[in-house]
């Protein structure tokens, strides 16, 4: 249990409380960068994935480009990132927009192509045109998937930003950062626990957000490969 | 580039990520038969690797440093995790969605519980595994460099010394090797897929 008491102990101490760069301001920060580059994230990928739905061409291609997404390494688009153009908002937003994007686009093609064309027929079928359709029809039934997608780009990037505190990033990955460059584990210790503290966190933000956005009969379990 | 070292690396990477999939697929065919068999056992292991599954991989390498030291170990119990909680529903999908007369032809033709599992369920699951399989091994690939961060070496090395001698070419040379590295293990999955799946073959 020395780690948990390690923490605890570091947690606890009134020096992690106040000054300049205290635990709220941290928690803050991360929250802010991640809130960030998922908006930017769902930007760009809800209208693609969802256009590409719609209209179904393109899908074979996004699925398998977002399969092999999944193997470009965090850290070392991080670091190229400052090598190549130094520590700057752009440094760290582009990594962590880049990594949100492909379960946000996958999951909103797929929410949106998957849709029963039965459903698809009825709403020609009462008159609707092709726009009213996605926007009465198509989009309701695919907001699981697109929350899904959404909750998956959030948890990459809370992840993300975590070790982004190596490329000079502020929040919560200072203090593992900073930690162990300074072999100070009750800190390493401390931040460890707010960072997970904190994932699980907007895992809740999300299961309510998901309460609040999806419509009850289409509250089902959903899950895919974000 | 110092290639000696390059090579190391690239065999070290690939068995912090390898071996946490295979590790993981070792756990998750027992633990994703008994959810599919009992659906109470399923109710609290679903959210589980929901909950698992979303805490940063640096949170749970210093967590481990504790009790595993700076070994590969600390590495490998978190991809370990990650891949668990990708291969357990994956595992519990391609059984459930065996449609039911295939099982009552295997029963009729007078197959116990076990011998229908082994010849007839898991068989036919093997395509939604091996989907499963190639998500945790991809990833895990990748996340291996990010344990070079409490100093477990990986090609994670050439992205810290790249990044500190300003040096790109070094940062590109890995990054390139840890794709190459993914996307090796994933051909080699889908041909195992399409090896153990001779029926599919159009």
Redesign the interface.
Same mark, same amino acid.
């Given at each position: 249990m020395?780690?948990l008491s390690?923490a605890w102990n570091w947690l606890k101490s009134p020096a992690q409380w106040h000054g300049s760069a205290d635990i709220p301001i941290r928690i803050l920060q991360h929250l802010g960068y991640s809130g960030l580059s998922l908006l930017v994230a769902a930007l760009i990928a809800l209208p693609a994935g969802i256009w590409i739905g719609h209209t179904g061409r393109g899908g074979v291609v996004v699925v398998n480009v977002a399969?092999?997404w999944?193997?470009?390494?965090?850290?070392?688009?991080l670091?190229?990132m400052? /090598?190549?153009i130094g520590f700057s908002a752009l440094a760290w937003l582009v990594p962590l927009v880049v990594l949100a994007i492909p379960p946000i686009l996958v999951n909103a093609y797929e929410g949106v192509a998957g849709v029963d064309p039965g459903l698809r027929d009825a709403a020609r079928g009462m008159g609707m045109t092709g726009w009213q359709s996605l926007r009465k029809v198509e989009l309701p039934v695919a907001l699981p998937l697109i929350m899904l997608g959404l909750r998956t780009g959030a948890?990459f990037v /809370?992840?993300?930003a975590?070790?982004a505190a190596?490329?000079g990033l502020g929040g919560l990955?200072r203090y593992?950062?900073d930690g162990?460059s300074q072999s100070n584990?009750a800190e /390493?210790?401390g931040?460890?626990v707010l960072? /997970?503290l904190l994932?699980?966190l907007?895992?809740v933000i999300f299961v309510i957000l998901r309460f609040l956005i999806v419509p009850a009969p289409l509250r089902i379990?959903a899950?895919s490969?974000g | 580039m110092n290639w000696p070292l390059l090579w190391q690396y690239t065999g070290a990477n690939a068995l912090l990520g390898v071996l946490p999939a295979v590790i993981g697929l070792a756990i998750a065919l027992p633990l994703g038969v008994a959810c599919a068999r009992w659906r109470w056992f399923y109710v609290p292991v679903l959210p589980l690797t929901t909950i698992l599954y979303s805490i940063p991989s640096l949170a749970l390498f210093v967590v481990l440093i504790d009790y595993t030291g700076l070994s590969n170990a600390t590495v490998i119990i978190p991809l370990t995790l990650f891949s668990l909680c990708v291969l357990v529903p994956n595992v519990v999908d391609g059984i459930r969605s065996v449609p039911q007369p295939v099982r009552q032809a295997a029963t009729a033709m007078g197959f116990g519980p076990l011998r229908r599992l082994v010849r007839v369920e898991l068989p036919l699951a093997v395509p939604v595994i091996i989907a499963g399989l190639r998500i945790a091994v991809v990833s895990s690939i990748s996340l291996a460099s990010v344990g070079q961060l409490i100093g477990v070496s990986s090609l994670g090395y050439f992205f810290l010394d790249g990044f500190q001698r300003d040096f790109p070419e070094e940062i590109y040379v890995a990054g390139a090797a840890i794709i190459a590295l993914a996307l090796v293990c994933d051909l080699l999955l889908v041909g195992t897929r399409r090896l153990a799946t001779p029926w599919s073959r159009g």
């Open positions: 020395s780690f390690f399969n092999a999944r193997a470009i390494p965090t850290l070392g688009l670091v190229l400052v /090598v190549l948890i /809370v992840a993300t975590t070790i190596e490329i990955g593992i950062i162990l584990y /390493v210790a931040g460890a960072v /997970v994932a699980l907007v895992q379990q899950r490969d | -």
